[in-house]
């Protein structure tokens, strides 16, 4: 099956003219090595994929005939061990630099004066 495809039914992506697009600029590897779109994914692959600022490591564990729910796309690939605590302390990171920036850009206006007093009391 191709990359494209593949990443599409496993919903890594929207639409496959999407998935097609990052295979074709580099975001997605296979087996550590640069991947064009038509190239053939088969079990045991191992693929990264590199979507906005994070990076998910997967092992192909089936190669569907459809493309289905979430809950049957999550069944086609295992995340591996170090993507997930990366993917974790990226999230933790998110939240605790969203805690102390004002919500709106420019000089604080009196509602975000006092989301700001709100956020620093809670923490």
């Given at each position: 099956m191709r990359v494209d495809r593949w990443l599409w039914y496993a919903r890594?992506?929207?639409t496959r003219s999407l998935a097609a697009n990052a295979?074709?600029?580099g975001r997605v590897r296979v087996d550590g090595e640069r991947a064009k779109a038509a190239r053939e994914v088969s079990i045991g692959n191992a693929l990264?994929?590199?979507r906005g600022d994070?990076?998910?490591d997967v092992c192909v564990l089936k190669i569907p005939s459809r493309r289905?729910?979430?809950t049957e796309a999550m069944s086609l690939y295992e995340?591996?061990?170090g993507s997930i605590k990366r993917r974790e302390l990226a999230a933790g990171l998110r939240r605790s630099a969203s805690r102390f920036e004002p919500p709106t850009q420019g000089?604080?206006?009196k509602r975000t004066r006092?989301?700001?007093r709100h956020r620093r009391r809670r923490a």
């Open positions: 890594f992506f929207k295979v074709r600029s990264s994929i590199h994070s990076i998910t289905g729910p979430a995340e591996t061990t000089r604080p206006d006092r989301l700001v």
